[in-house]
Nanobody
């Protein structure tokens, strides 16, 4: 069992930056692959970025070059640095965890709202 809590969302103008945090508690954080997802009104929940237990990263094409995912295992925290934000980045952002890349994300946080004004 692992519990996830996101924070750092808010209202920002286009071109601005935000950094989201996801703090995990429960089982050893370093054993989990972590992902950031977002869901806009009326749309599916999509994977934005991910970071594996070995530090490898993945980014959706829509955010590549603007977003950076990182993790701090001693703090049990994963971050999503979001730069050059666009109105289309507006969504509820969730972090998820899975024990292996071959299984679905099984644990989720409550989400944090990101709103980008134009």
């Amino acid at each position: 069992q692992v519990q996830l809590v996101e924070s750092g969302g808010g209202l920002v103008q286009a071109g601005g930056s935000l950094r989201l945090s996801c703090v995990a508690s429960g089982r050893t954080f370093s054993n989990y692959h972590m992902g950031w997802f977002r869901q806009a009104p009326g749309k599916e929940r999509d994977l934005v970025a991910a970071i594996g237990t070995g530090g490898s990263t993945y980014y959706a094409d829509s955010v590549k070059g603007r977003f950076t995912v990182s993790r701090d295992n001693p703090k049990n925290t994963v971050y999503l640095q979001m730069n050059i934000l666009k109105p289309e980045d507006t969504a509820v952002y969730y972090c998820g965890a899975r024990v292996r890349v071959t299984v679905p994300y099984a644990y989720w946080g409550q989400g944090t709202q990101v709103t980008v004004s134009s």
